[in-house]
């Protein structure tokens, strides 16, 4: 995918084959006076080089239209080159290496923090779902500190966020939400949510955990003792899947050089929509 964006940033005539075959640009536009299907009609002479048109009444509709990029005022190739820059986790000051002096910081920082919340509106529209018949789902929470920091001046007080976490160790994918506690009250709703029945949970000892084993969807739960071991030696349960979920996450915040805790939820969201299926090319599925 990411050789693809790269050569559909090559021209204006590559960049809008790859945007219609992925339909990010309408493939077909209906007039709302005829009732008509518009035309695909050339025109170098404005805008992108192309626009819909109606055989009848003959009114013009950008290509655009209802897409991605209505609101843009950049081309479509520097859209595409951003959609690489994004996807490649180019950071936005080093943007200018690949977009050259006609891309801004601040337009990238826009573009970015727009494809973030297409993240999260992908993710609130799609069950998230995990576990199943003898699917093992690992469990915990983690302090994210990464408030963003500053260059000058005192740094304002760091306010830690407690996130909640679970992975699928069958589907090799991971969810996360930020929680205001981590008592059973807050966390087990969100283990029963997002667990299917007949799930396996693996946690280590913590108090909220202990009533884990009584939710509908969860038919056996296992433990393991982190001050003795990393791995149980009885029952082999362990949490490292979800551990190095964590490690990756802030490992992302950390070349950041942080961020607010306004921005926090969209950061998680993106990471958490690149490491999902949905960037493998398939589904998150109710198994």
Request: proline letters at 5%.
């Amino acid at each position: 995918m990411l050789r693809q964006l790269a050569n559909a940033a090559g021209s204006l005539g590559d960049a809008i084959d790859f945007l219609k075959q992925r339909k990010l640009l309408a493939s077909k536009v209906t007039c709302t006076h005829c009732q008509k299907d518009k035309t695909w009609t050339k025109d170098e002479t404005k805008g992108d080089g192309f626009f819909w048109r109606c055989p009848t009444c003959r009114k013009k509709t950008s290509i655009r239209h209802g897409s991605f990029f209505s609101k843009s005022k950049l081309t479509l190739p520097t859209c595409v080159e951003l959609l690489f820059c994004w996807a490649a986790n180019v950071p936005v000051t080093h943007i200018r290496s690949y977009c050259g002096a006609r891309v801004s910081v601040k337009t990238a920082i826009d573009f970015y923090n727009f494809l973030r919340e297409v993240c999260s509106s992908q993710l609130l529209g799609e069950p998230i779902l995990f576990g199943g018949p003898g699917v093992i789902v690992q469990i915990d929470e983690s302090l994210f500190d990464h408030n963003s920091k500053y260059q000058r001046g005192r740094a304002p007080a760091r306010i830690p966020q407690w996130v909640f976490g679970m992975y699928d160790t069958q589907m090799k994918q991971g969810y996360m939400t930020l929680v205001p506690s981590r008592n059973a009250l807050t966390l087990l709703p969100i283990i029963e949510e997002h667990t299917l029945p007949g799930s396996i949970i693996h946690s280590d000892m913590w108090a909220a955990y202990r009533q884990v084993a009584r939710l509908p969807t969860v038919v056996a739960h296992e433990t393991v003792n982190h001050r003795r071991h990393f791995v149980d030696p009885t029952t082999g349960a362990h949490t490292q899947a979800i551990e190095s979920y964590w490690a990756r996450a802030k490992a992302k915040l950390k070349r950041m050089m942080g961020t607010t805790k306004e921005m926090l939820p969209s950061y998680l969201d993106e990471f958490m929509w690149k490491e999902s299926s949905a960037w493998q090319k398939r589904k998150w599925t109710n198994r």
